[in-house]
């Protein structure tokens, strides 16, 4: 695939804009750059039917810009062409957001909810709404109204998660990463996340928990460039080295697992900053021996 | 987001639609209705000898008895039409091998004049039936060439004189409602009326030697003519004969002292007249004396005998004077020196001036139109020099191709005297060569067209396929080269997919088809080589003139096709061998001299095209020509394109030997003397292996075997051979009604010989297998019941020409020629005159190998029978099935459809009079066809029609369609790529005609008439809109749904 730097050098605004859209970059500076004379001089007509989607890329990064002119402009237009569509509604809304005016905005969604109510959308924007107003209960809470309507909706229980943890309930967004992972079980990313929830809530149990998952992740991604799982591994296997609650027969078991993928881990560290960065290595050995030193079943 | 995707399927289709639309036009088709739209016929003439300039029309007349009306200002030089003067009676004429003979041996009617009558708008012709030695008038409508009126006039009176050799004299006078014709024979003049020619008056003979010019005489009540000619004292007379009068009135009679008639015998004497004022009329006379001075006389003066001009040399060519000047007259006289002098008769002096100056070595040619005189040149180079009357000046040269051998010119729309100057492009030229070309040139040199009149003399005919030359190469070298295929530009393509096709489309599908040949004609008299292309109406490709051959004149040259190349055997003088390109022309190698001494006559010459032993298609062609002259041992050169070698064949078996090439190569020697009988003489080619006589000769023969006729006295008619292209592609059987196999007897070496006597039919000898038809056991009893008299009997023989065995033999009697024969596949057909039932019979033979039974063949039986693959092979003759059929019209020539596969029903193709070609099914022809009815269940099934004698002539099935192919001779049918399409050259005395056939009715790999161009192009254009239109709603609605 094209780089979006070759995409750049070329200049055509047309294939930047499309490039940045079909790519989901959110490049508000260089949308605007290329887009604003397909809404302010009126060069739209040209793009034929793919000026609304330009209008509406335009429309979002000048809201991101503070481009408040421009983002009139664009809303205008699609408003002047779609005038019953929820999809503009919802640009409205965002304005009215951008703009500072939550009254206005929850106006807006509610009305489209009522108009809409199986529009996903509509109910993403009202519960950013809540968070954009720093009122995470409630955005916790409309997240969760949400989820009982779409219940596959991953990207909602990953947002609901991260305002569990945002919240500091810790074992709620466990129970969110969860579901992720049994929604898509071959992303590794979601195992990381869970992991680092379980890690965060310590324990000899929760921390072999994530030191499953971390595992896990290093199965599904392999390599040594895993290095969020890596770093995890490693500071879970400490943890649980250093542990003190367990039984005889299980720490002789445990300790040579845990040995087993903390060596693994910083196996991988030390291969990956060997080939990526090797002025780091001397650093990060000193940090992993500093790990090590603490616990002797580490150190074989 | 969904309608990008919509919008880019929406785009494929309809990229892929315009795709299909692009590529179907290289999807070639040919369609049904293209037959009878791409077929062409090309009219002849043969030799011009008159011609005359008439406005924008040109009458032409050429001494095979056509006279023909064509327009000076089209270009393609066609006829606007053309007939042909029929003799009077019948000649019999011998027939050759193939129904070929020389043009000299074909007696046609001579036009000695050709006018066109002013006020009637006729075509007139004088004519001489040599057949009856009378003369004719015929008057034909300008402009369509009706035939309004024609008188014949027996030769009832005496000869002039004995001294009179030219006996095809003859004149013409033109009077508004009268026709003066003169018998330059016998001295009559009849007058005839012109409208419709009912005669008037006959002129009471005239006492003179031979008349030698006449001169209508239309001055007040003297309405008649003057006759000149020589009397019988050797002096020139001139007689009056007024039209209604009783006597004729010599008005005067002038003797050249040193006059006389020249030695050739040419007509030597000329008036020339005008009507002058006060009912006078000046004439001149003109008489070559034989000192080479040239006398004349007037016939107006007091004292006119006795005048002379300086001689200029012998007249070869008469040239009316239109001197406007009253009470005088002058001509125009071409000297043996080349120089036109006029001479001008005014008050009793002759005057004389030099017109154009001599020129040598000059043409005995020349002619005047209007203000100008035409002499023919060959200084620098053939052509023809202009020159003004009034100052003699030369005005202009048009160049020639070859030796002139006729000049006419005129000018377009005719001359009127006003109009001296300025007007040189108008005039027109024509020439005729030696070759036989007839060019229109115009006097700034253009060419108007070209006629290829030596097209009437064909002699051999090859039908090749064409296949283009590369892109670039050249066709430099040839003459006449005419664009061949004209590269058709893609909208033509287009518009052929939408539309019915157009002859112009043709062009780019034929060559798909192999419908496009190259027809090699070899013109005998003029030697010529002309290739005309198949498609585009016959368009001459190129024309190559053929070297004479050494020590002979007019020698017959043969063609034989090898590869890419035509070899040409000239057996004239020690014999000349040229190889040319089929496509351009070229030269590719020649042999001057083949050592052939003394000259061999061309019957006892054999050709064999040798297989190349290298792959590599730049060696030579390799020829081998085996002189049969001595029957006892037979001579053969060798020619490998670039040498010739010889030696002689011996006549001794060999012990080991090598075939030649893949298949072993036999020859026979076939002596019909024209005592009678016939004897046959079969013999093998080989190179013996063992013991090489000569390590330089490596080729023997041997001996065979032998055959003869019967009886000695039989004269052999007419031979025909197979043509092995046919035998190598039929099917080996014929499947029975009820699945049984009939094994048909397929020998290419087989040889058909009608021969006739003029005895009582005899036992036939025990070893030959005689039978005898229905008819002929009739004519047996008829003939028993005269009483002995002499039966004129027809034999059929068929031989073998490999073993020499006789194969089959069979009579009919009360039998005349001519006797057509061809031999297809297992099939002989012949026809002949049945002189005692008044009819044309037609006898078909099929042989027969074996039959296979209906359970002889299946997965776990075989057939007893062993199939035959030499001639070798078992002594049993083929089973011979025989049967005769009445043909309404008499048949001029036969001929077979031949395909690519041979899987299309065979037909037959029947020349007949007048000139046109039957397509005839062979099942009608098919002797197992059963007399017995109601037919049986497997009869039926086999699609057997129950036997009627007639055959008969379904005008859909003529294939000319309403065209006469003149004096019809030879049929010459070629495959094309398409199993269902043959395609047919009809070659007549004066005419070419080539079409399309479809032998089996049924053109069952082409379109049918019935294919809807207008849906397919309707359903086409509706989903192209369709798909666009589609495409528009869908990117509609995924925008709808996009911005709900």
Known sequence: MEELDQVLERGDSVAILRYLRHNRIRASAEVVQHGQDFVAKGKGSSLGIEAWPVYEQVFLAALDLGETLLAERALGLLRKQFPDSARVGRLVGMQAEAEGTYAVAAEVYKSLREAHPTDPVVWKRWVSLAKAQGDLPEA??????????????????QELAELYLLTGHLGKAAFCYEELVLSGPSIFSHHVALAEVYAAMGGAESLRLARKHYAQSMELHQGDDNLRSLYGMCSTCHALARCTHKSAHEDKSDAAVNGALFKLAVDKLKSHYRRVNPSMLPLVEVTLLQQAIGDASLQK | MPYPCFRRISIFVSF????????????????????????????????????????????????????????????????????????????????????????????????????????????????????????????WRLFDGNLMWHVTVPASGVPLGKRVKAKEGGFLALFPDTVGAVDGETGEIYFLSAVDGTRIWKAPAIELMAVTGVVPVDGGTEKGVVVVGEGSDGKAQAFLVRLGGEKAEKIKSVSFSDGGLISHGTPSLHAFARPAPARSLALLLLSPSSSSSLSAADMQ????????????????????????????????????????????????????????????????????????????????????????????????RVRGRRSLRGLWAGIRGGWREEEKEGRESDLLVLTVDKAETLVLQTMDDRLVWLREECLADVAQVLIVDHRPPAEGEKRSGTEDVTEALATSPLFEKLLSVVLPPSPSSSSVRDPHFGLTKILLFLCAPSSRLIALLSSHGGTILWTRDLPSVEG??????????????????????????????????????????????????????????????????????RLLLVDTRNATGHRARFLDGSSCAQGALGGREAGTEESLGDRPIFYHTLSTPSSGGASLQTYRLFKPSSAPSSPNWPFQSAVVGASSLPSPSELVVSTAYPDVRETMTAPSSHPLGDGALLLKYLNPYLVALASTAS??????????????????????????????????????????????????????????????????????????????????????????????????????TSPEFKERTSSFDGDASPVALQQTFLFPHPILTLGSTLTARGITTKALLVGFEPGQILLLDRRLLDPRRPTALPLSKTEKAEGLLPYAPHLPVLPPHVVTYNHTLHGLHSLYTAPSSLESTTLLLGVGDLDLYFTRLYPSHKPFDLLPDTFNHVLVSLVLLISVVGVGFLGKAAQAKALREAWA
Request: aromatic share 8%; glycine share 10%; charged share 20%.
């Open chain 2, 301 to 396: 003066l007091v004292n006119p005998s006795g005048a002379k001009a300086t001689p200029h040399g012998v007249l070869s060519s008469p040239i009316p004077s239109s001197h406007p000047s009253s009470l005088s007259a002058s001509c125009l006289v071409l000297s043996d020196s080349g120089a036109v002098v006029e001479i001008t008769l005014t008050q009793g002096k002759f005057m004389q001036r030099l017109v154009a100056p001599p020129s040598s070595p000059s043409l005995p040619l020349a002619f005047r139109a209007g203000p100008y005189v035409l002499r023919g040149e060959e200084n620098q180079g053939p052509g023809v020099e202009v020159f003004r009357v009034v100052d003699g000046q030369s005005v202009g």
């Open chain 2, 16 to 139: 892929m639609y315009l795709s299909f639309l692009f590529l179907i036009p290289s999807v070639y088709a040919l369609y049904e209705e293209d037959a009878g739209k791409f077929d062409w016929h090309k009219s002849l003439l043969g030799p011009v000898c008159h011609a005359r300039f008439e406005g924008n029309f040109l009458l032409l007349a050429s001494s095979y008895g056509a006279v023909a009306v064509a327009s000076a200002s089209n270009s393609d030089g066609s006829l606007l039409w053309r007939q042909v003067i029929p003799l009077a009676a019948p000649v019999a004429l011998p027939v050759r091998d193939g129904g070929t003979m020389d043009k000299d041996e074909k007696p046609a009617v001579k036009v000695l004049e050709l006018v066109l009558h002013p006020q009637k708008r006729l075509v007139m012709a004088l004519t001489r039936d040599p057949s009856t030695a009378a003369l004719g008038v015929w008057a």
């Open chain 2, 759 to 860: 005895l009582p039919p005899s036992p036939p000898p025990a070893s030959l297998n005689v039978t005898r038809d229905e008819g002929s056991q009739e004519g047996r009893r008829q003939g028993g019941d005269e009483g002995g008299k002499e039966v004129s009997t027809l034999y059929v023989t068929l031989m073998d020409t490999v073993s020499g065995r006789v194969l089959y033999r069979v009579s009919h009697f009360h039998v005349q020629g001519p006797v057509r024969m061809r031999l297809v596949e297992n099939w002989l057909i012949y026809s002949y005159w049945n002189c005692k039932a008044q009819r044309t019979e037609i006898g078909s033979i099929t042989l027969y190998d074996g039959f296979i039974d209906r359970k002889g063949l299946g997965l776990f």
């Open chain 2, 552 to 621: 002979r004149e007019g020698a017959r040259w043969r063609m034989v096709q090898q590869g890419d190349e035509v070899l040409l055997v000239g057996e004239g003088g020690e014999g000349l061998a040229i190889w040319l390109d089929i496509v351009t022309g070229h030269e590719i190698a020649s042999l001057p001299t083949l050592g052939l001494t003394p000259p061999a006559p061309s019957s006892s010459l054999l050709l064999f095209p040798i297989a190349s032993s290298s792959s590599s298609s730049s060696s030579p062609p």
């Open chain 1, 140 to 157: 916790i809470k409309r997240c969760n109204e949400y989820l009982k309507v779409f219940q596959n909706d991953s990207s909602a229980w």
